[in-house]
């Protein structure tokens, strides 16, 4: 399994924006499909994001236009840029490193947006 940790949750005011990393150890990172998910408090899991190791991407139609996933494969990190963040934006939000049908995941980070 591939070791992810997250960085970069926080309290922002709405329309605030936030932008998170996730830093993946080993040497296959390039291949790997990568992907932010959230959890809000009483809800499942959802996908944000994700992208290929081609850069193809992939939003939540709620973030379209709003939140930007990239990647750097020679820093082996994953970045979600948050903008326009609305106070439904809120939750935990994890780290997902895909190889075939194997899942990594990080521990997440708190992302809290004010009204």
């Known amino acids: 399994q591939v070791q992810l940790v997250e960085s970069g949750g926080g309290l922002v005011q709405a329309e605030g924006s936030l932008r998170l990393s996730c830093a993946a150890s080993?040497?296959?990172?390039?291949?790997?499909?990568m992907g932010w998910y959230r959890q809000a408090p009483g809800k499942q899991r959802e996908l944000v994001a994700a992208i290929t190791s081609g850069g193809r991407t992939t939003y939540l139609d709620s973030v379209k236009g709003r939140f930007t996933i990239s990647r750097d494969n020679a820093k082996n990190t994953v970045y979600l840029q948050m903008d326009s963040l609305k106070p439904e934006d809120t939750g935990v939000y994890y780290c997902?490193?895909?190889?075939?049908?194997?899942?990594?995941w990080g521990q997440g980070t708190q992302v809290t947006v004010s009204s």
């Open positions: 997902n490193a895909r190889f075939f049908q194997i899942d990594s």
């Open positions: 080993g040497s296959i990172f390039s291949v790997l499909v």
